[in-house]
C-alpha cells in the first residue's frame, strides 16, 4: 500500500519520501498468489461496493502504469470457478445468482455467478469436487504480486518529486516534533507521515499513544504460506478456489496455489507441512498438476487489524500521522482507493471510506 500512496502522492504534485525497510515489496507484497476476489454478491452494504468500486477501477490503474512503464503487471480479469461438492451449496449458489445480477450490474459492467453443471475446461477442476456443480464468478481477476509491485518502483523512480530510499526500517514516530527515527538512529521530518508498513504499522501507530494502557493491540502479523509450480496451464482459466485453496494461473507458465493463514507460529518465513498439505490438495483438486514441479516455496507475514478490515486515515489525536495498514487478504484489490483516501485529507479533500475502515474505528474497537 505504501507503493500505491507514493504514485498517488506523486500524482498529485505532492514532495515525498518513501521509506522502505529493506526492498520494495519484500513483505507480504511480495508473495505469489495475487487472487482478485470480490465479496459475495448478497447481503449489500458500503464495505462491498467499495471493494466493487475498487476492484473496477483496478484494471484502469494497472493499464496506466503498464502504459507508462511498459512493463506488464501480470493482470488479467479471468473469472473464477468456485466446485460446488455438495447439493446444498447449489440452493445457495442459486440465490447468489440472482443477487449478483443486481449488485454487479452497475457503471455499464454486467458481471454474472452463474451455476453450472461441469466445467467447460477438462480437469480444471476435477469432475469429482463438483457433484453439485460450480459457480462461475465472472467478476474476479488475478495480478501477479511481483510485477505489479515492479510497475510501481518503475513510477516512483521516475517521478523527480518522489524519492525511494531502501535499507530504512522506521523505529517510531514523535507527531509532535513531526519527525521519524529510523532503526539506525537517522531522524527525518515530515509535514505527514503515511504509515504504511505492513505488520509493523500497528506498533509504530500504537506507539503514538504510548500512555494509553488499556488499549489492546490495533493488529497482528498472520504467516501466510504458497507455492509456485511450472505447468503448461493456459493463463486466461479462471482461478480456482475451494476451502480457502487458491490455484491462480500467471503467465510464463507458471501456477500458484496458496495459502494458509497462520495465527500462531514459530518460524514467519520458513515454510513446513501445512504448505506440504497445500500443495497435495491442489494437485488433487487439478490433475494437470501432479506433475508440475514446484519452482519456489514462500511465507510471509500479513497484516490483520483488529476488527479485520483495513485501518486508513488520520490519527484522531495526532492528525498529521496517517495510517495506512490492515488489508489482511485485500490489500491487492483496495490499495489504489485507501491509498487515495489516505491522501485525501491532506490535500483537502473528503475522505470516502466505510466507517469500520478507518483508523478512528479500530481505535475505538481496541479501546473496548
Known amino acids: 500500500m505504501g507503493l500505491w500512496a507514493a504514485v498517488k502522492a506523486g500524482r498529485l504534485g505532492l514532495r515525498t519520501l518513501l521509506l522502505e ?17 470480490p465479496h459475495m454478491p448478497d447481503r449489500w452494504n458500503d464495505k462491498k461496493q467499495f471493494q466493487f468500486d475498487a476492484l473496477l477501477q483496478l484494471e484502469e490503474e494497472v493499464a496506466a502504469i503498464e502504459a507508462e512503464t511498459r512493463l506488464s503487471c501480470g493482470y488479467r480479469r479471468v473469472g473464477r470457478y468456485i466446485p460446488l461438492p455438495k447439493p446444498h451449496l447449489a440452493v445457495i449458489a442459486e440465490r447468489h445468482s440472482i443477487e449478483a445480477g443486481t449488485n454487479w450490474h452497475q457503471q455499464g459492467q454486467a458481471f454474472h455467478w452463474h451455476l453450472m453443471k461441469t466445467s ?39 517521478t523527480p518529486h518522489v524519492d525511494l530510499v531502501e535499507g530504512a526500517a522506521v523505529a517510531g514516530i514523535d507527531p509532535v516534533l513531526g519527525r521519524v527515527t529510523l532503526e539506525s538512529g537517522e531522524t527525518i521530518g515530515f509535514g ?13 501507530i500504537e506507539g503514538l ?44 507458465g507458471h501456477v500458484a496455489i496458496g495459502s494458509t493463514s497462520e495465527e500462531e507460529f514459530d518460524a514467519p518465513f520458513s515454510t513446513d507441512d501445512k504448505l506440504d498439505d497445500l500443495i497435495f490438495r491442489a494437485r488433487a483438486l487439478v490433475p494437470g ?21 483495513p485501518m486508513v486515515g488520520p490519527h484522531p489525536r495526532h492528525p498529521s500521522v496517517i495510517s495506512l495498514a490492515g488489508g489482511f487478504k485485500v490489500s491487492f484489490g483496495l490499495a489504489h482507493r485507501l491509498a487515495d483516501a489516505a ?26
Open 21 to 37: 525497510a529493506r526492498a520494495p515489496g519484500h513483505g507480504a507484497s511480495g508473495g505469489l498468489l495475487g487472487a482478485l476476489m
Open 120 to 158: 467447460p475446461i477438462d480437469g480444471w477442476p476435477d469432475a469429482a469436487f463438483t457433484e453439485a456443480g460450480l459457480v462461475h464468478d465472472t467478476f474476479a481477476a488475478r495480478v501477479f504480486p511481483r510485477s505489479l509491485c515492479a510497475g510501481l518502483v518503475a513510477v516512483i523512480r521516475a
Open 192 to 204: 505527514h507521515c503515511i504509515v504504511a508498513a505492513g505488520h509493523r504499522a500497528f506498533p509504530l
Open 209 to 252: 499513544d504510548a500512555g494509553d494502557l488499556q488499549r489492546k493491540p490495533l493488529g497482528q502479523p498472520v504467516k501466510g504460506q504458497a507455492a509456485l509450480l511450472a505447468a503448461a496451464i493456459d493463463p486466461a482459466f479462471p482461478v480456482i478456489f475451494l476451502n480457502g485453496l487458491y490455484v491462480v494461473a500467471h503467465e510464463g
Open 289 to 309: 498438476l501432479a506433475d508440475a514441479p514446484v519452482i519456489e516455496r514462500w511465507a510471509g507475514l500479513r497484516p490483520k487489524a483488529i476488527d479485520r478490515d
Open 343 to 368: 491522501l485525501a485529507g491532506i490535500v483537502g479533500k473528503p475522505v470516502d471510506l466505510p466507517s469500520s475502515f478507518t483508523l478512528a474505528h479500530h481505535l475505538s474497537v481496541a479501546a473496548q
